[in-house]
């Protein structure tokens, strides 16, 4: 089965400055990569996702990036504001539409932003 | 519209027990996945239920179950509770032809 990996395990970036998280996948047969936010206590909540047709793809502040070839996407977030804190979560599937083949998380990423 | 909910919010049980949880979707929402959140093995897919039928199950046990009513809410029942079964278990909804899951708030539930 897929098993993606994500790095690193904790992110402590200047208030203002950039942060980048990491994920590989294992399975090539994915073609959808969401990210998701989740703020303590409260659900993930999707910010921004690729699919494998696209190589980078931005909403404001936040961009992904996605190589196939490598097995790999990152998550960008510039000039990070205190409300970025948050544990981030990278996620693969298949794709194919509807939730039917289930979502494949990385382990977390905590972003802390120091002011 | 409203969000994905989910009954009860916090539940204690003891080894031994069954357990049964409820999700809502999103309205217009057919597909409802599960998933197991716990510290040390992060967000994990549990199943996934469209059209009242199982299409996908992740890596768990059979004391892991679930069904879907013809409204597309779900439920999910865990029967024989083991300690490691302490975990936050979240639903997510989604719309056919669309690859978004939308959570909702989980349910936290305490084995002791």
């Known amino acids: 089965g897929e098993n993606v990996e994500q790095h690193p395990s904790t992110l402590s970036v200047q208030e203002g400055d950039s942060a980048v998280i990491k994920c590989t996948y294992s399975?090539?047969?994915?073609?959808?990569f969401p990210w998701y936010k989740q703020e303590l206590g409260k659900r993930p909540q999707l910010i921004i996702d690729i699919r494998s047709n696209v190589g980078e793809k931005k909403d404001q502040r936040i961009a992904v990036t996605l190589n196939k070839t490598a097995k790999h996407f990152s998550l960008h977030i510039t000039e990070t504001q205190p409300e970025d804190s948050a544990v981030y979560f990278c996620?693969?599937?298949?794709?194919?539409?509807?939730?039917?083949?289930?979502?494949?998380f990385g382990k977390g990423t905590h972003l802390i932003i120091q002011p | 519209k409203a969000g994905v909910t989910q009954t009860p919010r916090y539940l204690i049980k003891t080894r031994g027990q069954q357990v049964t949880l409820s999700c809502s979707p999103i309205s217009g929402h057919r597909s409802v996945s599960w998933y197991q959140q716990t510290p040390g093995q992060g967000l994990q897919f549990l199943f996934e239920y469209f059209s009242e039928t199982q299409r996908n199950k992740g890596n768990f046990p059979g004391r892991f179950s679930g069904r879907q009513f013809s409204n597309s809410r779900s439920e999910m029942n865990v029967s024989t509770l083991e300690l490691g079964d302490s975990a936050l278990y979240l639903c997510?909804?989604?719309?056919?032809?669309?690859?978004?899951?939308?959570f909702g708030p989980g349910t936290r539930l305490t084995v002791l």
């Open positions: 996620a693969a599937s298949m794709g194919t539409g509807g939730g039917a083949d289930g979502l494949t």
């Open positions: 997510a909804s989604s719309l056919i032809g669309s690859n978004e899951q939308f």
């Open positions: 399975d090539s047969a994915s073609n959808y």
